[in-house]
């Protein structure tokens, strides 16, 4: 059972969440708890290492910023044991969680479970602090933010879990955003390829690297409400949503469509009368590698007629993360001289709409219903790319909501009218 700040912000909230582990204790489940911090605690803590000294030592941050979880997990612990349930923490670096020493970005490599498997066999609840391990040499390290969900997939791996449970805010994961599209479905199932393209296009619910993991793992992961009421279905009739492999997937489900994300936090650049001669789109790219920067769907426009003067040009066409415009201009400009361009332009004012599922592999036409759909609206297409499982177009970010909106339809993904 995994447990986000929002369930662990404050003793009432955690006494509720001890209520609903003792719950799962009794129906005979041995049960390892994650939690994070306090709602907002680590923001605090950053906060403190910010202000000490803008350029902190990494190493200490995670000393500091582990600290959110130590508590919330101490806390948990003295919650369980108040109602008759034996309990103990178990910080990062006492299992231990082994990770590299990427400081305040690490990344797991083996959990000992000798304590753990010791201490569930003895009828314990073990509740460790997510989002913390320990590098070799013994200091503390933190997984990056959003990481207490990896912490729970990777301890759920590393015990042979039959679940890992993700108690979160939202009860489960929607066909689309519901606050776009009130008729969003939660779905039952989805797979872990789904789950990946779904969150790194703008539907986050979990740390997209858990879901990574899980995969790789095989551990299924359900999200499920955190609600805590006595009456909160158990997890085990699955009420939320379950991530799982596809061979898991019920033929039922099955649907050509799963969901549709939204992103609009990506730019658009074009580069003008880029000529048209091979290496051209290699001297592009080149320099924006070199910065770092993350280059998604990319367009090159038909070649304009070579002439006496010399080589035809075309335009380029490309997106990248809108944090990342202004170093991107730059590296750019920068390498005009090389890539011999006219003109750079870019518009922020973009969104990304993706249709994502397992079932196109074996359905034709899923893009050209996306393009007719879309162009039936007046809703003009200024980029499209492409993957086994996704169909993603770049629009102008007005036309977000209404693009989800029909194409929700157009899928047959709303819900029966109530
Ligand atoms: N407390 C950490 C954060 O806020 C880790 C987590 O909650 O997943 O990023
Ligand atoms: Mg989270």
């Known amino acids: 059972m995994k447990f986000g700040g929002t369930s662990m912000a404050g003793i009432e909230r955690i006494r509720s969440v001890a209520a609903r582990v003792k719950r799962e204790v009794e129906a005979g489940n041995q049960v390892a708890v994650v939690v994070s911090a306090m709602a907002g605690e680590t923001d605090r803590l ?29 806390l948990l612990a003295i919650a369980l044991q108040a109602i008759g349930v034996p309990a103990r923490s178990w910080l990062g670096w006492q299992l231990p969680i082994h990770t590299d020493e990427a400081f305040a970005k690490a990344r797991i490599g083996t ?40 912490s729970a997939v990777a301890v759920a791996a590393a015990m042979g879990a039959e679940r890992c449970d993700i108690y979160t805010d939202v009860d489960g994961v929607y066909t689309t955003d519901p606050r776009i599209v009130p008729r969003a479905r939660k779905l039952h199932q989805v797979t872990y390829e789904e789950m990946l393209e779904l969150a790194s296009v703008g539907a986050k619910v979990l740390q997209t690297r858990s879901v990574g993991l899980a995969m790789k793992e095989g551990v299924r992961v359900q999200v ?26 019920e033929a039922v489900e099955r649907q050509v469509i799963t969901g549709i994300a939204h992103d609009k936090n990506e730019a658009k650049i074009t580069l003008t009368r880029v000529p048209d001669k091979p290496g051209a789109v290699a001297a592009i790219f080149a320099p924006l590698a070199d910065a770092n920067i993350n280059v998604d769907m990319i367009i090159q426009n038909i070649a304009h007629q070579a002439g006496q003067a010399g080589p035809g040009s075309t335009d380029v066409t490309f997106t990248v993360p809108g944090a990342d415009l202004a170093r991107s201009i730059d590296a750019l400009n920068g390498a005009q001289g090389e890539i011999g361009f006219a003109e750079l332009v870019h518009d922020t004012r973009v969104a990304k709409i993706s249709v994502v599922g397992v079932g196109m592999r074996s359905h034709a036409g899923v893009a050209s219903q996306m393009f007719t759909t879309l162009g039936q609206r007046g809703i003009n297409i200024q980029a499209i790319s492409t993957s086994e499982i996704k169909v993603s177009v770049l629009i102008h970010e007005d036309e977000t909501e209404l693009a989800v909106r029909v194409l929700h339809t157009a899928y047959g993904l709303d819900a029966e009218a109530a």
């Open 111 to 150: 959990i000992d479970t000798a304590a753990l498997d010791a201490s569930l066999s003895a009828g314990e609840v073990a509740v460790i602090p997510g989002f913390q391990g320990v590098a070799e040499g013994g200091r503390i390290t933190t997984l990056g933010r959003g990481g207490s969900d990896t």
């Open 46 to 74: 950053v906060g403190f290492c910010r202000e000490a000294s803008a350029l902190y030592d990494p190493r200490e941050y995670d000393v500091v910023v582990s600290a959110g979880e130590q508590v919330t997990s101490g």
């Open 224 to 249: 499920l409400s955190s609600f805590t009421g006595p009456d909160a279905p158990m997890a085990d009739t699955l009420p939320g949503t379950m991530i799982v492999g596809e061979e898991e997937i």
